[in-house]
Every structure is written in C-alpha cells, then in structure tokens.
C-alpha cells in the first residue's frame, strides 16, 4: 500500500523526500477515526483568533470547509486552485502564500 499512496502522490507532485515512510502507512486507520470522532467544528467556537481553511480545488475534505467557517468567529476559507488535500506536498509556493497571509491577518494592528 505505501508504494502504491507514495507513487500516487509523487504523481501529483511531491518530492520524494516528503514521502512518508512505509511505518506510517499502518496507523493511518486509527487516526483518521480520531480525527473523525473528535475534531469537529464545535473545537473552534471559542476561538478568538483569525482561523484560516485551507483545501485544494479537489480536497475531498473541502465539502465541510464551510461547516468549520461557521464555527469560528474570524474564519476565512481559501481554496488552492489544481490542488488536492496534498497541496502542501505539491503546490508549495501557493502553501507559502497562504501561510504568509493568515500570519498577515493575525499580527496586531498598530
């Protein structure tokens, strides 16, 4: 399995030193159930900061960027065009600007 996940996602360009390994490919189970069961939208009610989403075009998680949105009080959703949930692995320029301007949004104003 993890030559079959690491060839795909080399396919939509990471690097293959960003591959994980094939001992995280086991455990992948488990915490995606935790993360499921316990990482919902209401863990942002009561955050204060701005809170930036980020998903590529054709995440497969996006279709509940908007639930989390509504959840935080200072939310803003962005979407990295051609990319999927890897983009941090494959579109890093965009990965960076999108990092940059969530910093921007929450350094105090002066």
């Known amino acids: 399995m993890a ?4 060839a795909v996602i080399r396919a939509l ?10 001992a995280a490919y086991p455990v992948l189970a488990d915490a995606w159930d935790a993360v499921v069961r316990r990482c919902g939208p209401h863990l942002l009610t009561r955050v204060d900061c701005p809170v930036t989403i980020a998903n590529g075009r054709w995440d497969q998680m996006r279709i509940h960027a908007g639930r989390f ?7 803003r959703v962005v979407v990295v065009e051609g990319a999927s949930h890897l983009f941090p692995l494959t579109h ?7 990092l ?4 921007r949004e929450a350094a105090p104003r002066s």
């Not at 360009?13 to 094939?22: F, Q, S, T, W």
């Not at 949105?69 to 939310?75: C, E, F, G, L, V």
């Not at 890093?92 to 999108?98: F, G, L, M, N």
Request: hydrophobic fraction near 45%; charge should be positive; glycine fraction near 4%.
């Open 3 to 6: 030559r079959l996940a690491n």
């Open 13 to 22: 360009g990471a690097r293959p030193e960003d591959l994980p390994d094939a």
């Open 69 to 75: 949105a509504r959840a935080a009080p200072r939310a």
């Open 92 to 98: 890093r320029a965009a990965t960076v600007e999108v």
């Open 100 to 103: 940059r301007e969530a910093l």
